[in-house]
């Protein structure tokens, strides 16, 4: 209990934790903020790292000075580009050795055929959800999704997500409502990120009772 109070404590308090950072390690705080980004995007064992609410913090941050706004964009959207294509490779050379007795031939050649069909949504829009994000890149290598097509698309995703969260939080970080209520705006853009996932959720709940009515 006490490791997954000090997980949410957490994401809902990272303006607390991210001025501790700064106060502490100075511009070593850049070299930190690049690790968790990479690692949520670049490792499939890392999905549950924050990504949208520490781009926010991080813009919040800038624009009182703490940070410099246009190194964090430049680094930070760095960092997830770099994270996602390790992660692509790591499933395009080791996914199926690793799943390779979990997924046969034929799901690893519908997990392509699918990427190569709705890659903009695939690559994309993933990038705005939370876990999905960490999985896509390395589904996408594991489907052997066309290294251009893959790097486009994504490189695309990257940019309006580092682009939307972290500039948001500069522009409204200091907001007297989102300073007195910091907390609940990252809890609402954790609600709102995993938006994505849940229409997903339910889009299969309910299509099951359709494919159960064919069937007879």
């Keep these: 209990m006490g490791a997954i109070h000090q997980f949410f404590d957490f994401f809902m308090h990272l303006d607390v934790h991210l001025g501790d950072w700064i106060q502490t390690y100075g511009n070593l705080t850049y070299f930190i903020l690049f690790a968790i980004i990479f690692v949520e995007t670049g490792l499939v064992i890392w999905p549950f790292l924050p990504g949208d609410s520490l781009l926010f ?8 000075g703490s940070l410099n706004i246009f190194l964090c964009y430049f680094l930070l959207t760095g960092a997830a580009l770099l994270g996602d294509n390790c992660n692509y490779w790591i499933g395009r ?3 199926p050795q690793i799943f390779g007795k979990l997924l046969n031939k034929k799901y690893m050649d519908q997990t392509h055929k699918f990427y190569e069909k709705h890659g903009v949504l695939a690559v994309v829009i993933a990038q705005f ?3 999905i994000r960490t999985f896509a890149p390395f589904v996408a290598g594991i489907g052997k999704m066309t290294y251009p097509k893959f790097v486009t ?4 995703g990257v940019i309006s997500w580092t682009t939307l969260f972290l500039w948001s939080g500069y522009f409204f970080g200091q907001l007297d409502f989102v300073k007195q ?5 990252i809890f ?4 709102v990120s995993l938006i994505p996932i849940a229409l997903e959720i339910l889009k299969a709940f309910f299509s099951k009772p359709e494919k159960a009515k064919k069937k007879k």
């Design 57 to 64: 913090a991080v813009g919040a941050f800038s624009q009182k």
């Design 93 to 95: 050379f080791f996914g």
């Design 129 to 131: 959800a939370p876990i």
């Design 153 to 156: 698309l994504n490189l695309i």
């Design 181 to 185: 209520n910091f907390h609940y705006v």
């Design 188 to 191: 609402g853009i954790i609600a």
